[in-house]
């Protein structure tokens, strides 16, 4: 007869959804985040702080997540990062490597179990060094549409937002350039979501600093001339929003492809080939939002 032992009896707090968890579990029972999370802020001694990457599926989350802590890990615009946990580095390296073979990264999986988490450790190398623990996750955009438009489904969402103290929120520029009204009309959607997770007096406005991001700018080169004057008329209902709900909002235009291609085999199936990589107003919005927190 197997003999348990007190270690293997005793439970942990998982970090997003606060579920007991065994201490040797790898995943969280309640919402498949990684253990590794909380056994690494317990090593820390101090709470990390959840930035959240959101938007709609095909927004780009996944390539500006990826290159966005690739960036953080090189040293770029001042900062110094220290990934906690090697499976804090496979979105970037997965990321990287699919654009150095001219393609895109598929989409990240439905499932959560299935999605990249990362805890990085930033601070700014110039002047006094404030270490910063930050969790941020790569959740699928479908996943968020869903729980946008039928609370509680996923419940790992719901939880990861609620203890988000900050958020890029990802929107196609280039849909809502061409006339589209889908990136206005799901932006309102969040923003709304957001607003009713944390609003607490609707007197109040929420001061989450949000870092709404026009991606795919390339395509619309005056996103880069003036974000907050392209929002106003291309994403109007997501402006009037967030001029009167929130009272911490910024705009920045982002781009990552300086040239495409399309391959196909045959008129049903193009695929579109990132021949040459530029990124550009990748690290500004990150750090407009630590300068906030």
């Known amino acids: 007869m197997a003999v348990t032992t007190e270690a293997e009896q005793a439970e942990i707090e998982c970090l997003i959804c606060e579920t007991e968890n065994p201490m040797d579990a790898i995943l969280c029972c309640g919402c498949s985040a990684p253990m590794a999370l909380i056994h690494e802020s317990i090593a820390q001694q101090r709470e990390p702080r959840i930035i959240s990457v959101v938007g709609e599926s095909n927004v ?23 990934p906690k946990g090697a499976y804090s ?13 001219r393609q895109f990264p598929p989409k990240t999986p439905m499932e959560p179990d299935q999605w990249y988490w990362t805890y990085y450790q930033v601070c700014r190398k110039a002047g006094e060094k404030l270490w910063v623990d930050l969790v941020m996750p790569d959740m699928a955009g479908e996943a968020l549409s869903t729980e946008v438009d039928s609370p509680s489904t996923f419940g790992v969402i719901r939880c990861l937002l609620d203890k988000t103290e900050a958020s890029l929120v990802l929107i196609d520029a280039a849909l809502a350039a061409s006339g589209s009204t889908q990136p206005d009309f799901f932006a ?29 700018a390339d395509y619309c080169p005056e ?15 997501l402006w009037n929003i967030c001029e009167s709900r929130f009272s911490n909002v910024r705009f920045f235009a982002s781009s990552v492809v300086g040239s495409m291609g399309f391959a196909t085999s045959d008129a049903q199936n193009v695929t579109s080939v990132p021949l040459h990589c530029a990124p550009r107003g990748i690290l500004e919005p990150f750090e407009w939002i630590v300068d906030q927190m």
């Open 188 to 216: 309102l959607k969040l923003m709304t979501y957001l607003d009713d997770m944390f609003a607490v007096r609707r007197r109040q406005k929420i001061p989450n600093p949000i870092a709404v991001v026009l991606c795919k």
């Open 60 to 82: 780009g989350k996944t390539v500006y997540l990826g290159l966005l802590l690739d960036m953080l890990s090189r040293r770029a615009g001042d900062f110094e990062a220290v």
């Open 223 to 237: 996103c880069f001339a003036d974000p907050e004057g392209f929002a106003k008329t291309n994403l109007n209902r």
């Open 89 to 101: 580095i496979n979105l970037q390296q997965n990321v990287v490597a699919h654009l150095a073979r």
